[in-house]
């Protein structure tokens, strides 16, 4: 079973609008979730992570993540989205598979940007 | 240098043929990946090294051959491939292999297999 899952395959939004791109994940897994970001034709880059603490979690570029343990979601926002933010986003879980660090990625969520 | 690179960005082999995509990272860390991205897909994790040793084969086909030279170099080894081997394959590294330290990607080679 997926351990991180992402409802929405696309997500259109005009530029300076909000956005939010949800994640869910599943509360069997323990809890170290990451988004990256895809930008066309090249590989993934790390937005933000939580392993622990405060639950808002600031990243690159001006997008955040707020962990919700009650709702298990770790939902990416940005208050103001620029056409440059097009890209893909992935939702990851990173967890422990025989000692080592195994990443599952959520199926993305493509983010367009309307201008 | 937060790099990692690959090489070639673009391969079309046939399936007879014998093909190597490289891998290659100076920022010092222990543990290299490689992952296969279908199109519209997330990335699947094939193989992982860490200190040079492969510490996990996700059952991938030994048409794939993955091989760490030195700390700094991935090699991915090609043979025999099928149509469907056709992806995007992507290389990472981290500083190690048994924490939660984020992973750095490559750009990519987009494999096409005729």
């Known amino acids: 079973a997926q351990s991180v899952t992402q409802l929405d395959s696309q997500v259109p939004v005009f530029e300076e609008a909000p956005v939010e791109l949800r994640c869910n994940y599943s509360s069997s897994v323990s809890v170290y979730l990451f988004w990256y970001v895809q930008y066309p034709n090249q590989g993934l880059q790390l937005l933000l992570k939580y392993l622990s603490g405060s639950t808002l979690v600031k990243g690159i570029n001006g997008f955040e993540a707020e962990f919700n343990k009650s709702q298990t979601s770790f939902h990416l926002r940005k208050p103001s989205v620029h056409i440059s933010d097009t890209a893909e986003y992935f939702c990851?879980?990173?967890?422990?598979?025989?000692?080592?660090?195994?990443?599952?990625f959520g199926t993305g969520t493509k983010l367009q940007v309307i201008p | 240098d937060t790099e990692v690179t690959q090489t070639p960005k673009h391969l079309v082999m046939g399936m007879t043929n014998k093909k190597s995509l490289k891998c290659e990272q100076h920022?010092?860390?222990?543990?290299m990946y490689w992952y296969k991205q279908k199109a519209k897909k997330p990335p699947e994790l094939m193989f992982v090294y860490s200190y040079e040793k492969l510490s996990i084969n996700e059952s991938v086909p030994s048409r794939f051959s993955p091989e760490c030279p030195n700390s700094s170099l991935l090699n991915l080894h090609l043979h025999a491939l099928q149509p469907e081997d056709s992806a995007l394959y992507l290389c990472?590294?981290?500083?190690?292999?048994?924490?939660?330290?984020?992973?750095?990607f490559g750009p990519g080679t987009r494999l096409t297999v005729t």
């Open positions: 920022m010092g860390h222990r543990a």
């Open positions: 990472a590294s981290s500083q190690e292999a048994g924490s939660f330290y984020e992973q750095y």
């Open positions: 990851a879980h990173h967890e422990r598979s025989g000692g080592y660090q195994k990443v599952t």
